[in-house]
């Protein structure tokens, strides 16, 4: 009796079970970024961190595990490797498309820690540099931009979409 | 040379790098849930998954690290152990506050690796119960729903929001 508390799950149906629980896409998402020294390189990367020294001395993480996580992240094109236009002979670490992709799912966790690991507002903040207003609150939201809690969502077969989705 | 890609990066100032490449709330958020099997549990507890041998069966992970996970998750105060309702010498795992609150972590995640990883649309989709429309893409938003790409984004101190916020 899996399905019994749906006030407090996604509704799900039994023949999707499988493809939500088992094949679903986070499995690769994680295998490609799950892993806390990955987040952090990542977070490093998205605020102007580029080469090996400054991710080691910023970091404060051993050169091995660097040196592994990099390359990781590199095999799995989040981050490019190419030489520095100031200095061809040393290596800059570059976010990808598929990298710069990744910033949702930092902001998001990193306010989830803000607002239940650390209980403070931290400093700096986030803001949009048009208006220097906090980014909104990531949530999960109706194509109208409604906020969506877990007992509004549903998983439904795609052939059962209204037309033109 | 740290800032020298503004526009590959958040504009952020040195006075505020310390901050936000070490102090943020980032690295707690991952002492919680950055590892693959408790991202994985997650999503089984989302979807309705509330008994040690539903996740061990559903997940195919090894009973030691099952434990373990649910244990820190528990820890953590992510999930909440307490007795099941239609057979109270059985224990189950639900999500607490805490852990629902993590479900906008999830979906951003999946998204990312449906479009970056999989590369194929998946099924079945999320939606909203409502309207049976997809939910919208997890996006890092403005005030006014907005959304904002890297290159407008920037930290500020707190000191220097606009009054009200």
């Not at 499995?27 to 490093?44: C, K, Q, Y």
Request: charged share 30%; aromatic share 6%.
């Amino acid at each position: 009796m899996v399905s019994k508390h749906f006030s407090l799950a996604v509704m799900i149906r039994p023949d999707h079970r499988k493809a939500v629980l088992v094949e679903c896409a986070l499995p690769g998402a994680l295998e490609a970024v799950g892993e806390r020294w990955s987040f952090l390189i990542l977070r490093g990367a998205f605020n102007g961190l580029a080469h090996f020294e400054e991710f080691q001395s910023t970091l404060g993480i051993a050169r091995n595990i660097l040196s592994n996580r990099l390359g990781r992240l590199v095999e799995h094109d989040i981050l490019r490797r190419e030489p520095d236009p100031a200095d061809r002979r040393k290596i800059a670490y570059r976010l990808t498309d598929k990298g710069r992709a990744l910033l949702p799912v930092l902001i998001t966790l990193r306010q989830w820690g803000e607002k239940w690991i650390s209980g403070v507002p931290s400093n700096p903040v986030l803001v949009d540099r048009q208006n220097r207003r906090p980014v909104a609150p990531m949530a999960v939201r109706a194509a109208d931009g409604r906020t969506l809690e877990l007992n509004e969502l549903e998983w439904i077969d795609r052939a059962e979409l209204p037309d033109g989705e």
